[in-house]
């Protein structure tokens, strides 16, 4: 079982969602080499804005890949998809909220000096919109690298094996502070309905 904080009326905390983070990573990092054009887990890619500046890498991961997929890219989104389900299922239930429906999800990792300034995940100027954003914590062996809500004055690094989710609009600004020593490891995922809670 999990434990859940509370962090604000519409920010949670889901502690102890997975474990043996460290098993995971070794896995992801492992998998890496042996991948193919069959595997649900893709291999690491830049992951940079159009402008240059790079955070660091990323995996994408496709479910429809799933039957043709090698066991450690099967293990590793079956423990990744169960954990971020879970925790979704829990904000609705806690929340009260329907979340709708979630998109697909990867695997991020930033390099030392990478950062995310402050930024909502929807400004409310599409026709779908994002209702709630999560990021499921891979581990924590990093210095910096915190998760900084400024408006809500609200700054936590969660433990590995762990999931935040909040909403993706206005007055949620939200960003990654620097990573100072090691590598941060996380998976983003949204949830999109017609209508922004």
Known sequence: MFD????????????????????LIRL????????????????????????????????EINSHKLNTSSDNS???FNLLDGAISK???NYMSLSGNNVGRRTAFGISKYNVGSEMGGHVDDYEDY????????????NDNYQGGELYFYNQDIKIKPPAGSMVIFPSIKPYFHESLKVIDGIKYMCPVFCYTDKVI
Request: charged share 30%; net charge negative; aromatic share 12%.
């Open 87 to 89: 925790c979704i299922e």
């Open 127 to 138: 026709d779908k919109n994002p209702t709630v954003s999560g990021i499921l914590y891979l």
């Open 28 to 59: 992801i990092e492992m998998d890496d080499k042996n991948i193919t054009d069959e595997d649900c887990v893709g291999k690491w890619l830049d992951w940079s804005t159009s402008d240059g500046y790079q955070f660091g890498f990323r995996k």
């Open 4 to 23: 859940i904080k509370i962090l604000d009326e519409k920010i949670f905390q889901f502690i102890n969602v997975l474990n043996n983070t460290d098993e």
């Open 74 to 76: 099967y293990k590793i």
